[in-house]
Each structure stands twice: as structure tokens, then as C-alpha cells.
């Protein structure tokens, strides 16, 4: 079975990114034994990786590079915030580097890196940690088989055996 909508898909994964100097740096990977399994086709993943991977077959290997603005975006200048450090008096204070989780007025959640701290304000960046860095993956199909009818109507894979429950 090849890779197409609807069905679920288990692969390692190996990213990386390029440095300023041009080398590329690793980034997180999963293995066989932590493969990576997904719904494929329903929006969870990124739409060029998916599309990279359409009709590939288990066994194939597979590698590609996506441009920041087909991964996580460019950095946006707007994207950073200056936050009161009373939002933090019922908590630690963080640290330079810290991801702390955020909830604006509607309600929607978002993590924000800390860049730094001042004598009265904490100041964050709101891009996602990958904006405006390239993506460089690289991995192996492990498993391609249909979703089961609980993985659609939830719209997630149940696990690389389709038995999780959740
Ligand atoms: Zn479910």
C-alpha cells in the first residue's frame, strides 16, 4: 500500500536545519522504535512534508528540504511581546530561554519563548522555535495501512496497530 489520504502512515525521521555558517545542524529525530505515526491527509502535519511523501511505499527512503515559508513561516518582527512581570507573581519567574504557555483574550493557547527579562517586564518571542529556519528531513516508511473508521471519525491515528484508544 502506497502513501495517499486516509491512510496511516509509521517513518523515522531525521531533521536538521542550516546554520548562518551554512552547516547543517540536527534538530530532533525519531526512530523505529519511536517511529512517527500519523493520519495522512488530514491537516496535522505540515502540507509540503505530506506532500513529499504522497505514493512512497513502506521501505522507501526519502529526503527533502523545505523552505521556512513551507515550514513553520518567517520570523514575524510583530510576533514579540513585552508581558508585565505581575503575570508571574502567583508563579516563578522564568528564565532567559524558557518556554511558557500563554493565553490571549479569546482564549486561544500558544507557547512563547522568554528573551529576556527587565526590571519590569518580561519580554517573549511568539514565532514558532522553527520559524525561519529551513527544514532538512530525512527517514524511512516504516508502515502504510488504511485508517480504521475510529481514526477518521476522530481524525488522528490510533497508534502504529490502530488499537490506542483515545
Ligand atoms: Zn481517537
Do not use: C
Request: charged share 25%; aromatic share 8%.
Amino acid at each position: 500500500m502506497s502513501i495517499k489520504a486516509n491512510t496511516v502512515v509509521s517513518l523515522t525521521y531525521e531533521l536538521h536545519t542550516t546554520n548562518e555558517e551554512g552547516q547543517q545542524v540536527f534538530v530532533e529525530k525519531a526512530d523505529e522504535q519511536n517511529a512517527l505515526v500519523f493520519l495522512y491527509g488530514t491537516g496535522m502535519m505540515l502540507p509540503k512534508f505530506e506532500e513529499h511523501l504522497l505514493d512512497l511505499n513502506v521501505g522507501d527512503e526519502y529526503s527533502f528540504e523545505l523552505s521556512a515559508v513551507d515550514g513553520y513561516g518567517e520570523i514575524d518582527p510583530g510576533a514579540y511581546a513585552d508581558l508585565p512581570k505581575d503575570m508571574f507573581k502567583d508563579v516563578d519567574l522564568p528564565n532567559v530561554g524558557d518556554v511558557i504557555p500563554l493565553q490571549d483574550n479569546q482564549g486561544n493557547h500558544f507557547r512563547a519563548g522568554v528573551t529576556a527579562i527587565h526590571e519590569e517586564i518580561v519580554s517573549v518571542n511568539l514565532n514558532h522555535p522553527m520559524a525561519g529556519k529551513n527544514l532538512i528531513f530525512a527517514g524511512k516508511i516504516i508502515a502504510v495501512r488504511e485508517a480504521t473508521e475510529d481514526e477518521l471519525s476522530h481524525g488522528h491515528a490510533h497508534g502504529a496497530d490502530g488499537h490506542a484508544d483515545h
